[in-house]
């Protein structure tokens, strides 16, 4: 069936350096990617997404890559700030059901002073 | 900005108990869910409904009901409250784009629940 995996599931970097999270779908399918973060005692917000029809995009430090031939998408932090700290979520959404917005199990990001 | 709100930010319940929370959206949204986050576990999908008074079970609908009785409001309802039941629950809605979801989901703040 349809799977989204998150890796990896903990993640600290020292201030300034950069952060890595990746993610491996399954459902061809889909064609809209985004990234959730969550901070604590918040609900999960998205901070960026990416369509299919794209392989990168940027917004400031944060960046998503796409690569759907293998069907993997990444999100990139540069220049780690404390209140990056955070868990965050990738998702997959497929078609005509809501069962299939599927999610990572979450990359908890400790940002290191 | 989308705005999703949970009426309640912490609960405490006794086992046994009928629970309610509460969710509300201002955005006109046909879509709304309800999902639970465990520790390990990510988030999992309870109930959703895509309409006024549909519904639909999602992936761990034991023990739960929904009701949606006006387009801005989804209900999860807990008939009877368990230790099991303990857990962060979140609200969410989305605008569905035709034939697929393309756009994100906006989330509530949660609700923590904890049923002794």
């Known amino acids: 069936g349809e799977n989204v995996e998150q890796h990896p599931s903990t993640l600290s970097v020292q201030e300034g350096d950069s952060a890595v999270i990746k993610c491996t779908y399954s459902?061809?399918?889909?064609?809209?990617f985004p990234w959730y973060k969550q901070e604590l005692g918040k609900g999960p917000q998205l901070i960026i997404d990416?369509?299919?029809?794209?392989g990168e995009k940027k917004d400031q430090r944060i960046a998503v890559t796409l690569n759907k031939t293998a069907k993997h998408f990444s999100l990139h932090i540069t220049e780690t700030q404390p209140e990056d700290s955070a868990v965050y979520f990738c998702?997959?959404?497929?078609?005509?059901?809501?069962?299939?917005?599927?999610f990572g199990s979450g990359t908890r990001l400790s940002i290191r002073p | 900005d989308v705005k999703v709100t949970q009426s309640s930010r912490y609960l405490v319940k006794r086992t046994g108990e009928k629970v309610f929370l509460e969710c509300v959206q201002d955005?006109?949204?046909?879509?709304m869910f309800w999902y639970r986050q465990d520790p390990g576990l990510g988030l999992r999908l309870i109930y959703f409904?895509?309409?006024?008074?549909?519904?639909e079970k999602g992936d761990i609908p034991e023990g739960y009901s929904v009701s949606r009785e006006k387009k801005e409001r989804f209900s999860l309802i807990l008939e009877s409250a368990s230790t099991n039941q303990t857990s962060m629950y979140l609200c969410?809605?989305?605008?569905?784009?035709?034939?697929?979801?393309?756009?994100?989901?906006?989330f509530g703040n949660g609700t923590r629940l904890t049923v002794t």
């Open positions: 998702a997959a959404p497929g078609y005509s059901s809501a069962s299939k917005i599927i």
């Open positions: 459902d061809s399918a889909s064609n809209y």
């Open positions: 990416i369509r299919s029809n794209v």
């Open positions: 955005m006109d949204h046909e879509n």
């Open positions: 409904s895509y309409d006024v008074k549909m519904k």
């Open positions: 969410a809605s989305i605008q569905f784009g035709g034939s697929a979801y393309n756009s994100p989901l906006h």
